[in-house]
């Protein structure tokens, strides 16, 4: 029903900036609460950031600052600027996104992942 696919990721030094991006398709209505989520090796996934389509964003304590979350209604995708990374910052990113399928129904979706890996 909906498909969310990444792209942006790489290998990036300390100190330098990535953007990713998450563009949302397939058979909805709209899409509501857009985020990023991280996960690395052998730990949870974690929350990064949230934005609602009215652009009110949310940001875990450990990317405020450096990271920053937009999107394109009109395109149906989402962007997170990241930058002043650090090695911590080394993951798998995750697009994820909620999608109005039907007059009362929603659907929730993930991208297939995105590296990300920041050497000191």
């Known amino acids: 029903q909906v498909q969310l696919v990444e792209s942006g990721g790489g290998l990036v030094q300390a100190g330098g900036s990535l953007r990713l991006s998450c563009a949302a398709s397939?058979?909805?209505?709209?899409?509501?609460?857009m985020g990023w989520y991280r996960q690395a090796p052998g730990k949870q996934r974690d929350m990064v950031t949230t934005i609602t389509s009215g652009s009110t964003t949310n940001y875990a304590d450990f990317v405020k600052g450096r990271f920053t979350i937009s999107r394109d209604n009109a395109k149906n995708t989402v962007f997170l600027q990241m930058n002043s990374l650090t090695p911590e910052d080394t993951a798998v990113y995750f697009c994820?996104?909620?999608?109005?399928?039907?007059?009362?129904?929603?659907?929730?979706?993930w991208g297939q992942g995105t590296q990300v890996t920041v050497s000191s």
């Open positions: 994820n996104a909620d999608a109005r399928t039907g007059r009362s129904s929603w659907h929730n979706a």
């Open positions: 397939g058979s909805f209505f709209s899409i509501g609460l």
